[in-house]
């Protein structure tokens, strides 16, 4: 994997914490910067390490699947991406914002970030199928997927607090689509 595709899967995958961001920006009454940066930072710390977990467990089966490890990357990311845009889709109806909330407690955002986190968790699976043997690699590309996320819902935590209403449920769609098209590519090499 080169590190144009490691930015757009970490594009991809932080779409999903974006879209939460942008809820917690909307629905706080004040919102203050660190709140925005304890928020910003589980969801970076999250992305970062769940694809850590699922490359640990990919590589005890990955050997017995590299003839096929595209094709599984293909599946893994093209699910990730459907269900993304179909989790999105099914909100768009349910996220009407009633009114302006506290801060969300750290129990909630740990537990935010975990669920949103989840893909990650698999697209680690893919790195162990896909040929990154070195952990060094590993670390690398996840750190990218961390920082990318954490910039991305630091930017997302103030637009919602400023255009959420408009925003909110196009995130879903977009992270869907570009996983989408990752796997299309994962397909064709």
Not at 125 to 150: K, N, Q, R
């Amino acid at each position: 994997m080169n590190l144009s595709a490691i930015i757009y899967i970490a594009i991809g995958l932080s779409m999903d914490a974006f879209a939460v961001s942008l809820t917690n920006g909307m629905m706080v009454k004040k919102l203050r910067i660190p709140y925005a940066l304890k928020l910003s930072v589980f969801f970076g710390v999250f992305q970062m390490l769940m694809p850590i977990v699922g490359w640990l467990a990919g590589v005890g089966f990955s050997g017995k699947v590299s003839a096929v490890g595209n094709y599984i990357a293909f599946v893994v990311l093209a699910v990730i991406g459907g269900k993304m845009i179909m989790d999105s889709h099914k909100q768009c109806k349910c996220d009407e914002i009633q009114g302006k909330s506290e801060e969300s407690s750290l129990k909630i955002i740990v537990c935010l970030a975990i669920a949103t986190s989840i893909d990650a968790l698999a697209v680690g699976v893919t790195f162990a199928c896909t040929g990154v043997t070195l952990f060094s690699t590993l670390v690398m590309y996840c750190a990218i997927i961390g920082a990318i996320t954490l910039v991305i819902c630091l930017a997302g935590v103030y637009m919602g607090r400023r255009f959420g209403g408009i925003l909110a449920n196009k995130a879903g769609y977009l992270g869907g689509a570009i996983l989408l098209i990752i796997a299309v590519k994962m397909l064709i090499q």
